[in-house]
């Protein structure tokens, strides 16, 4: 992570880092130690660290290895330390591996993550997502 860069030039490296799966090693340098995580979902409710997560999202990707983010909004809240990414997550479940085996079917996912900083790194993302709706268009329920 370069020194210089801004908050929202962080979120938005960390955002890319995160979403197209590259794990906790990539995702790390952008994070405070010990980063929180919460959504509230039944799908990530044990989840509660951006590592965590991170390794949730490389195995996400796994299962859908076409999976992709098409970013449709980004903000910052200086004042708050804190950085909104809107996007929509687009996959296709066609590798072994999750709950149940490939179904061949697509999700097309609304998401936001807010990203709170400490100085120059994250110390808590948030995610919104309704994850009974993903599960649903993938076939897994």
Known sequence: MNKSMTMTDTAAAFF???ETGKGWAACAPF???G???SCQSDALAEIGTIEAYAGWMEGLLKLAPDGRYDMKAFAADEARA???GFAVFHGTHTDEGGPV???GRSVAADYVYAMTFDGPKIKHMTKIWNDAQSMRALGWT
Do not use: D, E, M, Q
């Open 101 to 103: 085996p490939p179904t």
């Open 31 to 33: 994070c405070t130690p």
């Open 35 to 37: 980063a929180t995580f």
């Open 16 to 18: 890319n880092t995160i």
């Open 82 to 84: 804190t950085v909104l």
